[in-house]
């Protein structure tokens, strides 16, 4: 497990975003107006005030951030390959670290009230056993909120005049990439896991995303193309009760 952490860390260390003060201006709309987009508008309507959340796949913060100012009460916990967070509001924020397409969570059962599981199951080998998993750690009427390329980014051609030879366009640009996912796949891959209940699936359209559109247009910067893509619907969620 650890030369495969290695080899994540040394990738994502070099593929790290350019665009920080960018995140945190998204923060700071997403914290004020989560209804802009998923999954910020059920997490900020539906998840209790001082429920137990775990963000699973948490990499640098981003969703932690966001969710945290919605959600002052809660009790958070991250988990990811390694820790990746890089935020130091985020210091005392439980973290572990599991390699999910070989570990189980490590988390009691019934340890939690929603799961956040933001672009991590377009990486796994065994989704379906990583979804038995959240099953196990959510409480009983508890919430999984998953977010996945769609799979129309692998029908979009490599174009490198546009984002660069080391550019992250098409879906298959990304080497960690297993498969994309549609709406039907993320259902039935939900009833397979027996979730009692599909509460949403879509397209994501994060609108405040398009604030960056001048900048994806005149620059070759890759995330802010991809910050685009995710307000245009080119990425689908679900999101399911226990």
């Known amino acids: 497990m650890q030369n ?26 997403y914290s004020k107006y989560p209804f802009l987009g998923q999954p910020y508008r059920f997490f900020n309507r539906h998840v209790p005030d001082k429920a137990a959340i775990l963000d699973a796949g948490c990499g640098q913060g981003i969703y932690l951030l966001i969710a ?56 796994l080998h065994q989704p379906l056993q990583f979804l038995l998993e959240c099953k196990r750690i959510l409480r009983p009427g508890g919430t999984l909120h998953i977010e996945v390329p769609d799979v129309r980014l692998a029908l979009i051609p490599h174009l490198p005049f546009i984002t660069s030879s080391q550019g992250v366009f098409n879906f298959w640009d990304d080497p960690t990439h297993v498969r994309p996912y549609s709406r039907p796949s993320l259902s039935k891959l939900a009833q397979m896991a027996e979730f009692s209940e599909i509460l949403d699936c879509f397209f994501v359209h994060r609108w405040a995303h398009l604030l960056v559109l001048p900048l994806a247009l005149v620059t070759r910067n890759n995330e802010y193309k991809t910050a685009v893509f995710h307000s245009l619907g080119f990425f689908c969620g679900i999101i399911v009760k226990k």
């Open 4 to 29: 495969k952490q290695n080899t994540y860390s040394n990738y994502f260390q070099r593929a790290t975003s350019l665009m920080q003060s960018n995140k945190n201006i998204m923060v700071a709309i």
């Open 68 to 123: 945290r100012n919605l959600k002052p009460g809660a009790k958070f916990h991250a988990c990811d390959l390694e820790n990746a967070l890089a935020y130091d509001a985020l210091a005392d924020i439980p973290f572990a670290s599991c390699d999910f397409d070989a570990q189980p969570l490590p988390y009691a059962d019934a340890s939690f009230d929603h799961v956040n599981c933001m672009h991590v199951l377009e990486h």
